[in-house]
């Protein structure tokens, strides 16, 4: 069956398409045509007084004080309607005349023709070119920018709506548009702290497009001579302004440091309801430069990250889920900050550290953060004038130079007048340790007292890592010891150092000391080096106890014992060990009595100094032979 087709249809699809596009063509050129002529006769319809009569109003209604203007107006209609008013000046009368809080090179915005024409023009788009604002802020924290405009009607009406946005009557719901600042600056004037704050060179872009609505803000600034980037958003911005809890996320991205925040806070209160925040300080030695800033323990900080999810319960500020990284240190942990009805804000927490060093930790709380005046009498508090800490610390590694420690549990208190720091269990060269330092002054500045205990530790490990030379006990061992020091532990002199040493051990050697050589010796000569005498085996014990207290730099021997297989060795007098010398007298007999003859008692006096002292041999009295008795004639 053949097929057909009708010719009429492609010319009628052919029509239908051209009568279209005459159609929108035409529309297309009347609506240019409408444009341009409304452009050109803008001019003639719109009086430029009106506008700027109603600019002038606008921006008096908008923030509540007198506008000044004082440069000749200039208006624009293409290619959008757009007004421009020079030399603006906002300010408020006072008891000392009137007091500028503010001023504008350039403010311009964008006005609807049709709303001009009617003789009530709306505007949006403005535009501030170099403006400078100036703020005081009382001691109560009230700021003198407080008026009853649009704005601030706006802040005291305005009701949280759930899902974190807000609400305001329509009256004063009004529509704003975009915000763009150019070079700007504020001058903030604090009468609490006696000081000026200024932010200079303020570029910014802000969208908003009601009161009502949701505000974003991306900023950048200088500060103290540093360039910052600013972004801030939130879908409550006038809870904001009027100081009350809001959502709000910004970030702030500096050279040295940058942080960000993104949760529910009150700007006024500065307080924090829930949240999470981050800072990263990526140039530690460059921020406290700048910040004026130094902290003991922070002098060898080059970088260092913290995360936290914030949230406050019962008056308490919790950083939960801390994440935190100290160079090539890392950690976790809880920690808190609340403030007791009666002394200062406490931090408390744990804390988790995959290395510490001690010696750091314990010298961040010690030294003052400095003045800006030179002078050390006007140095500000200590930290711990102002902070208290209660903290619970462990670390898989930790370090106090030159010893290392294993899995440390620790903890820190530093509560008024308390000082603390307590490591209840670490392992210690194959052993145990514990240890408690009780600072003497509130914090660990000015010396304190060290309790410490370490018991089956190797002590010929000990003597390694503290290059250690002459006779010394090499075995395994366990140390008691108490001390006293008017200076922090780390930065004291021995010298400066009192207190009380037992140590005892077991199955060990004394190294350095040849018990034959020195028989050998004393037999031949009046004095010699203990080198001289010395071998590389050393004095074999199976028992070792030594007691002793020090002052002054010197220590009083109370009990030195050395019990070997074969020999007993024991010590007494004094050892001045800031002169590095020796007043010592010893004693070597038979372990067992019964070989007295084989190892024959030996008297000695140690002098000289450390490590390779003077032996002179004391000679012994010789014992009187008892005089034959002849036995008694039986009487007849």
Same mark, same amino acid.
């Given at each position: 069956?053949?097929?057909?087709?009708?010719?009429?249809?492609?010319?009628?699809?052919?029509?239908?398409?051209?009568?279209?596009?005459?159609?929108?063509?035409?529309?297309?050129?009347?609506?240019?045509? =409408? %444009? #341009?002529?409304?452009?050109?006769?803008?001019?003639?319809?719109?009086? +430029?007084?009106?506008?700027? @009569? &109603?600019?002038? $109003?606008?921006v008096a209604q908008w923030t509540g004080h007198r506008v000044s203007i004082e440069g000749t107006p200039e208006i624009a209609f293409w290619p959008?309607?757009?007004?421009?008013?020079?030399?603006?000046?906002?300010?408020?009368?006072?008891?000392?005349?009137?007091?500028?809080?503010?001023?504008?090179?350039?403010?311009?915005?964008?006005?609807?023709?049709?709303?001009?024409?009617?003789?009530?023009?709306?505007?949006?788009?403005?535009?501030?070119?170099?403006?400078? =604002? %100036? #703020?005081?802020?009382?001691?109560?924290?009230?700021?003198?920018?407080? +008026?009853?405009?649009?704005? @601030? &009607?706006?802040? $005291?009406?305005?009701?949280?709506?759930?899902?974190?946005?807000?609400?305001?009557?329509?009256?004063?719901?009004?529509?704003?548009?975009?915000?763009?600042?150019?070079?700007?600056?504020?001058?903030?004037?604090?009468?609490?702290?006696?000081?000026?704050?200024?932010?200079?060179?303020?570029?910014?872009?802000?969208?908003?497009?009601?009161?009502?609505?949701?505000?974003?803000?991306?900023?950048?600034?200088?500060?103290?001579?540093?360039?910052?980037?600013?972004?801030?958003?939130?879908?409550?911005?006038?809870?904001?302004?009027?100081?009350?809890?809001?959502?709000?996320?910004? @970030?702030?991205?500096?050279?040295?440091?940058?942080?960000?925040?993104?949760?529910?806070?009150?700007?006024?209160?500065?307080?924090?309801?829930?949240?999470?925040?981050?800072?990263?300080?990526?140039?530690?030695?460059a921020l406290l430069d700048w910040g004026g800033i130094r902290i003991a323990g922070l002098d060898k900080l080059k970088t260092a990250v913290l995360?936290?999810?914030?949230?406050?319960?019962?008056?308490?500020?919790?950083?939960?889920?801390?994440?935190?990284?100290?160079?090539?240190?890392?950690?976790?942990?809880?920690?808190?900050?609340?403030?007791?009805?009666?002394?200062?804000?406490?931090?408390?927490?744990?804390?988790?550290?995959?290395?510490?060093?001690?010696?750091?930790?314990?010298?961040?709380?010690?030294?003052?953060?400095?003045?800006?005046?030179?002078?050390?009498?006007?140095?500000?508090?200590?930290?711990?004038?102002?902070?208290?800490?209660?903290?619970?610390?462990?670390?898989?590694?930790?370090?106090?130079?030159?010893?290392?420690?294993?899995?440390?549990?620790?903890?820190?208190?530093?509560?008024?007048?308390?000082?603390?720091?307590?490591?209840?269990?670490?392992?210690?060269?194959?052993?145990?340790?514990?240890?408690?330092?009780?600072?003497?002054?509130?914090?660990?500045?000015?010396?304190?007292?060290?309790?410490?205990?370490?018991?089956?530790?190797?002590?010929?490990?000990?003597?390694?890592?503290?290059?250690?030379?002459?006779?010394?006990?090499?075995?395994?061992?366990?140390?008691?010891?108490?001390?006293?020091?008017?200076?922090?532990?780390?930065?004291?002199?021995?010298?400066?150092?009192?207190?009380?040493?037992?140590?005892?051990?077991?199955?060990?050697?004394?190294?350095?000391?040849?018990?034959?050589?020195?028989?050998?010796?004393?037999?031949?000569?009046?004095?010699?080096?203990?080198?001289?005498?010395?071998?590389?085996?050393?004095?074999?014990?199976?028992?070792?106890?030594?007691?002793?207290?020090?002052?002054?730099?010197?220590?009083?021997?109370?009990?030195?014992?050395?019990?070997?297989?074969?020999?007993?060795?024991?010590?007494?007098?004094?050892?001045?060990?800031?002169?590095?010398?020796?007043?010592?007298?010893?004693?070597?007999?038979?372990?067992?009595?019964?070989?007295?003859?084989?190892?024959?008692?030996?008297?000695?006096?140690?002098?000289?100094?450390?490590p390779d002292p003077v032996i002179s041999p004391v000679s012994l009295p010789r014992e009187t032979p008892r005089p034959e008795v002849a036995p008694?004639?039986?009487?007849?």
């Open positions: 069956m053949a097929m057909t087709t009708d010719p009429e249809k492609p010319v009628s699809r052919r029509l239908s398409l051209r009568r279209a596009l005459r159609i929108a063509l035409v529309l297309l050129s009347a609506v240019l045509l =409408v %444009f #341009v002529i409304s452009r050109a006769a803008a001019p003639y319809l719109i009086s +430029s007084g009106l506008v700027r @009569s &109603a600019m002038e $109003r606008a959008e309607p757009r007004v421009t008013l020079n030399a603006v000046t906002i300010s408020k009368r006072t008891d000392n005349g009137q007091k500028v809080l503010g001023r504008v090179e350039k403010l311009s915005a964008s006005f609807g023709l049709y709303s001009a024409i009617k003789g009530s023009p709306r505007f949006s788009s403005f535009r501030f070119v170099k403006p400078e =604002v %100036f #703020v005081d802020r009382d001691k109560d924290g009230r700021l003198d920018w407080a +008026s009853e405009g649009l704005l @601030s &009607a706006a802040v $005291r009406q305005v009701a949280s709506q759930t899902g974190s946005g807000q609400t305001l009557g329509g009256d004063l719901d009004t529509p704003i548009g975009s915000i763009a600042v150019e070079d700007g600056s504020v001058r903030l004037t604090d009468a609490t702290s006696g000081r000026d704050y200024t932010l200079s060179g303020i570029t910014a872009d802000i969208s908003w497009p009601r009161l009502s609505g949701s505000l974003t803000a991306e900023a950048s600034l200088s500060f103290a001579n540093q360039q910052f980037k600013v972004n801030f958003s939130s879908a409550q911005p006038l809870l904001i302004f009027g100081g009350k809890e809001a959502a709000m996320s910004f @970030s702030l991205d500096g050279a040295a440091f940058s942080s960000s925040f993104d949760g529910i806070a009150s700007v006024g209160r500065g307080s924090v309801v829930s949240g999470d925040m981050r800072l990263d300080l990526k140039d530690v030695p995360r936290a999810t914030l949230s406050t319960v019962d008056n308490e500020l919790r950083f939960e889920g801390l994440q935190f990284g100290l160079d090539d240190t890392h950690g976790s942990g809880i920690l808190g900050l609340s403030r007791p009805k009666d002394g200062k804000p406490l931090l408390s927490g744990t804390l988790a550290f995959d290395q510490l060093d001690i010696a750091d930790l314990l010298s961040s709380f010690s030294l003052d953060l400095p003045s800006e005046q030179e002078n050390n009498e006007t140095r500000q508090p200590r930290l711990t004038q102002w902070l208290d800490f209660d903290l619970t610390l462990s670390a898989t590694r930790a370090t106090l130079p030159p010893f290392d420690f294993g899995d440390v549990a620790a903890s820190i208190l530093l509560t008024g007048k308390t000082a603390k720091f307590d490591i209840a269990d670490a392992a210690f060269e194959g052993g145990d340790l514990t240890a408690s330092y009780t600072g003497a002054e509130g914090d660990f500045s000015g010396g304190g007292s060290l309790t410490l205990a370490v018991r089956n530790a190797d002590f010929g490990a000990v003597i390694d890592r503290m290059q250690l030379k002459g006779p010394l006990p090499r075995g395994r061992g366990s140390v008691d010891m108490s001390m006293k020091t008017e200076d922090p532990l780390w930065a004291t002199d021995l010298s400066e150092i009192s207190g009380k040493l037992s140590f005892t051990a077991e199955n060990g050697v004394l190294q350095t000391v040849d018990s034959r050589k020195f028989r050998e010796f004393a037999a031949t000569k009046a004095y010699y080096q203990l080198s001289a005498a010395g071998s590389e085996t050393g004095l074999p014990y199976d028992r070792l106890e030594f007691s002793a207290s020090f002052a002054d730099g010197s220590a009083e021997i109370g009990k030195a014992l050395l019990t070997g297989p074969n020999e007993t060795l024991t010590l007494s007098g004094l050892i001045p060990y800031q002169d590095r010398a020796l007043a010592v007298s010893g004693d070597l007999t038979a372990s067992d009595p019964t070989r007295d003859n084989e190892f024959s008692h030996l008297r000695f006096f140690v002098g000289g100094s450390w008694a004639t039986p009487a007849p």
